[in-house]
Structures are given as C-alpha cells and as structure tokens.
C-alpha cells in the first residue's frame, strides 16, 4: 500500500496568496484527518472526516481555513488568504473502524508550509 | 476533553541501554486508545505502539512496551537496547470519542530523545 500521500511536500508562498494542501488516504479508510503542528502549540487536530463527511471542525482556526472531501479517495485544505503565522508542518492522516479498535491512524508526510 | 501530558522536554540515553518515557492522561471516556509516535528529523510520523483500555497485557512491539497502568492513567513508552536510529521526538497520543462521535487522537507534547554512544 502507497500509504497517506500529501501534496507538495514544501510549500513557500507570499502572504496573501491561497494555498491547497492535497491528500490521498489510505485505501479502504474512512476516517480523514487534518493536523497542524507548530513548536509553539504542537499537533492540533483541525478537521475530521467520516465518510467524506466533516465531523468535527472546532480546531479549524479561523475562517480563512476550509477543508474538503469530495470523494473517498481526496481531501483538500485551503487556506485564503495566507498569512505568515499559518506556517507550520500539516500533516494529514487517515484509519478506519472504532476508536477503541486499536486501528492505527497513518500519517503522511506532511506539507511543510512558509508564508513570507 | 481529553488530555495528554509528557512531563519529559528532552532525554538522554546511552545506546544499548533502556529508557522510559513517560505519558499520563485524563479522559472521562471508558473505551480509548493509547498510541505512540515516533518523529525523526525528517518530519514523518511513525507509529509505534498501540494499547487498548480494556487490554489486559501491557503492548510490546519488538524493543517497544507500553507500561500502561490504568488506576494511575499512565502509559509510559519502554524503548530497550537503545539505538543511535531511536533519536527522534517521541508523541504519546491518546483516540477516544469525542463530541459528535469519531476518532479524535490528542497529542501531547512530545519528548525528544537523544540515544549517545
């Protein structure tokens, strides 16, 4: 299995500018999951999707943030506009079953994203 | 809310030897998962181990365990025979349901290990 794949990798954009952060889950998953992680506050959970459904938005930070899940296979994570504090590491990941499962939740590699 | 807590910023161990890396978590959920995470230099994030609430053996993978202690709501990580590899920022994570249900996994805040010859 190619496991979790993100797109791009680095990412350097002027404040200002839109940006979309792609992900491909794991095959057959059918939870998704967004994450910031800054060394100011950690991994922070943004979204998460069930189905292509989003559950739970509360950690989106603000309006300029939207996610999107239009088909199992693809999400997307924009932001617009871009500013210089929403550089950060985004990870997205994705599982499948019960929480209480002991299914593993994978992550990607993460879009590492510099707003100048 | 759930909440996870690493007491520990940043440890040192010689290579070969054990170390132990403690998380403790506050949750009112029944049902929850405990994981933990390995975070090398470059970025990925790499799971380790999984332990179950209701699992009555502590976890082992190879030269992981999780020490889990339920009444003390801790579930410290025990890397064995240390390696220069093992080098990284280590996350305890902890998946219970959440408002609206679904599989929310908190993080805390990491441990960072240097493993020294």
């Known amino acids: 299995d190619a496991g979790v794949i993100q797109s791009p990798r680095h990412e350097v954009t002027e404040m200002g500018q839109e940006v979309t952060l792609r992900c491909k889950p794991i095959?057959?998953?059918?939870?998704l999951f967004w994450y910031r992680q800054t060394m100011m506050r950690g991994l922070e959970l943004l979204i998460y999707?069930?189905?292509?459904?989003?559950?739970?938005d509360s950690g989106m930070p603000e309006d300029r943030f939207s996610a999107k899940m239009p088909n199992a296979s693809f999400s997307t994570l924009k932001i617009q506009p871009s500013e210089p504090r929403d550089s950060a590491v985004y990870f997205c990941?994705?599982?499948?079953?019960?929480?209480?499962?002991?299914?593993?939740?994978?992550f990607g590699e993460g879009s590492w994203l510099t707003v100048v | 809310a759930q909440k996870i807590t690493q007491t520990q910023p940043g440890m040192f161990v010689q290579e070969k030897e054990a170390v132990t890396l403690d998380c403790t978590y506050d949750?009112?959920?029944?049902?929850?998962?405990l994981f933990w995470y390995k975070q090398p230099s470059s970025g990925e994030m790499i799971f380790l181990i999984y332990?179950?609430?209701?699992?009555?053996q502590n976890a082992t993978e190879g030269r992981y365990s999780l020490n889990f202690q339920k009444a003390r709501k801790s579930a410290n990580l025990v890397i064995s025979a240390s390696q220069l590899g093992d080098s990284a920022m280590y996350f305890c994570?902890?998946?219970?349901?959440?408002?609206?249900?679904?599989?929310?996994?908190?993080f805390g805040t990491g441990t960072q290990l240097k493993v020294e010859l």
């Open positions: 990941a994705s599982t499948t079953g019960l929480p209480f499962s002991g299914n593993t939740i994978y």
């Open positions: 095959s057959g998953h059918d939870y």
């Open positions: 999707f069930n189905n292509n459904v989003p559950i739970d």
């Open positions: 949750t009112s959920d029944q049902s929850y998962g």
């Open positions: 332990q179950g609430s209701y699992d009555e």
């Open positions: 994570a902890m998946r219970a349901i959440g408002p609206g249900g679904g599989n929310k996994l908190t």
